[in-house]
């Protein structure tokens, strides 16, 4: 019997608002408040609440055969507190169901991984905390950003408490062999890898509702029919894709809605077909080889490279100078600092930037708040230039830095006592009755005789 892994990512940046350099150390709030609250709500009402009912009451209908994934960044996490919390009370009734898994991955959905093994380390356990905080499960299955992988990242995961991990079934990589088995890491054999299948993903997530697709339309009985079709011998099917496909990338009146709602019962109805969440899965597959991975990979664009992020200079340069602050950031305590540095690694800061057309580009034009690539560059950098002076007042960069660094603070202080000391004075002014000046007499000068 074949099992089907349905897996759904979800994730939203917050973005940044103009930011000028006339800004710069001038006014440290980057974010606009006014897109991010409104790109969030427009997606939960068409997307999550929809969506995440129709999956509840097809749990309950077949009784927990019906089972699914999801890998939600702690970025989003943030603004389903902040602008709809409604969203968090829907996943919350998903995970009482005991038939949703929630995945690890890193908390603003960033690139760290790439950059920086101790601090990818604790930005997993900050998104693993917040899971477990509000859905009362521990993730034990890995989903990097991006499903970005290779053989010495999977054995990084590895070593940081994961037996298992989600990456792209990349042909360059697979070559002859299929997608749809359990395989393990060519460098510690120990790790279990699932493959995505991207033909049936990218069916569902790009072509959809494109009526020039020569299976157009895709319906559930006909992607169950797909699925029974597969060799026999194939074990596991993973389709992972954007939650965003069903009501946003796909609107309700392609019939997405319907398709989630009657894939379950098509599938199920299929002997040879059942759910499973990939920890699950992993329990009673065995893997078949490993699967060697010398250079990172992951789910984007024709190449399924790391090129939708770094593949140009402005996204290097800015990678670059965004990683060169790492170890002050260590040493930094201020919460405000933390923050800001934590969302400004989610990676769609860089996707932005991209200079290059590929298919993903058509999903993420969505939510680009950018016009072109060298806008988004140009933004970005204010916005890093100044967080980078807050960075080296709190943690200078050399003894000379230091220096400097402790004058600014002096004048800042002295600066400050003497606005106060103003505020006073004119405080005082009002208060204090204002003293009549004293009348002035002429002496006068006898007029001599003559």
């Given at each position: 019997m074949k099992t089907i892994c349905l897996n759904f990512q979800i994730h939203q940046p917050f973005r940044y608002r103009k930011y000028r350099f006339f800004d710069i150390g001038n006014d440290s709030y980057y974010y606009d408040d006014y897109a991010n609250e409104t790109i969030l709500r427009k997606i939960a009402d068409n997307c999550y609440l929809p969506a995440n009912n129709i999956l509840l009451k097809q749990i309950k209908k077949f009784k927990g055969k019906f089972k699914v994934s999801f890998s939600i960044s702690g970025v989003a996490l943030d603004q389903f507190r902040?602008?709809?919390?409604?969203?968090?009370?829907?996943?919350?009734?998903?995970?009482?169901?005991?038939?949703?898994?929630?995945?690890?991955?890193?908390?603003?959905?960033?690139?760290?991984?790439?950059?920086?093994?101790?601090?990818?380390a604790k930005?997993?356990?900050?998104?693993?905390?917040?899971?477990?905080?509000?859905?009362?499960?521990?993730?034990?299955?890995?989903?990097?950003?991006?499903?970005?992988?290779?053989?010495e990242l999977g054995d990084l995961i590895y070593r940081m408490g994961f037996e298992t991990v989600i990456t792209e079934g990349a042909k360059h990589i697979l070559g002859w062999k299929s997608p749809n088995y359990l395989y393990c890491n060519a460098l510690n054999p120990r790790q279990k890898v699932l493959m995505r299948n991207n033909r049936l993903s990218d069916d569902i997530s790009f072509r959809f509702s494109n009526s020039s697709w020569n299976e157009y339309p895709l319906?559930?009985?006909?992607?169950?029919?797909?699925?029974?079709?597969?060799?026999?011998?194939?074990?596991?099917?993973?389709?992972?894709?954007?939650?965003?496909?069903?009501?946003?990338?796909?609107?309700?009146?392609?019939?997405?809605?319907?398709?989630?709602?009657?894939?379950?019962?098509?599938?199920?109805?299929?002997?040879?077909?059942?759910?499973?969440?990939?920890?699950?899965?992993?329990?009673?597959?065995?893997?078949?080889?490993?699967?060697?991975?010398l250079h990172p990979i992951s789910w984007a664009d024709e190449e399924r490279d790391l090129s939708a992020w770094l593949g140009n200079e402005l996204q290097k340069d800015a990678f670059k100078h965004l990683y060169e602050l790492r170890e002050r950031v260590k040493n930094c305590t201020d919460s405000k600092i933390q923050k800001d540095w934590l969302y400004l690694q989610s990676n769609d800061h860089l996707y932005y930037m991209s200079t290059k057309f590929f298919s993903?580009?058509?999903?993420?034009?969505?939510?680009?708040?950018?016009?072109?690539?060298?806008?988004?560059?140009?933004?970005?950098?204010?916005?890093?230039?100044?967080?980078?002076?807050?960075?080296?007042?709190?943690?200078?960069?050399?003894?000379?830095?230091?220096?400097?660094t402790r004058l600014r603070l002096i004048i800042d202080d002295k600066s400050k006592k003497l606005e106060e000391a103003e505020m006073e004075l004119k405080k005082l002014k009002k208060i204090l009755p204002k003293s009549k000046p004293k009348e002035t007499t002429k002496k006068t000068t006898p007029k001599q005789s003559a």
């Open positions: 902040l602008y709809a919390p409604e969203v968090i009370d829907s996943f919350k009734d998903l995970a009482d169901t005991g038939s949703v898994e929630f995945l690890s991955g890193t908390y603003a959905n960033s690139l760290v991984s790439l950059a920086d093994a101790e601090l990818f930005q997993v356990k900050m998104h693993d905390d917040l899971i477990e905080t509000l859905f009362n499960q521990k993730p034990t299955v890995f989903r990097n950003t991006e499903l970005i992988y290779s053989d319906t559930a009985t006909k992607l169950a029919g797909w699925l029974v079709d597969l060799p026999k011998k194939e074990e596991i099917v993973n389709i992972f894709l954007n939650y965003e496909t069903f009501g946003e990338i796909h609107k309700k009146h392609t019939g997405i809605f319907g398709f989630l709602e009657s894939l379950p019962e098509m599938i199920l109805k299929s002997k040879e077909l059942s759910f499973c969440t990939p920890s699950e899965a992993v329990k009673v597959l065995q893997p078949v080889s490993a699967v060697h991975v993903d580009g058509e999903v993420l034009k969505f939510f680009n708040p950018y016009s072109n690539p060298y806008e988004a560059f140009i933004n970005y950098m204010n916005v890093l230039s100044d967080f980078s002076l807050r960075l080296n007042k709190l943690v200078p960069l050399d003894e000379n830095e230091a220096e400097l």
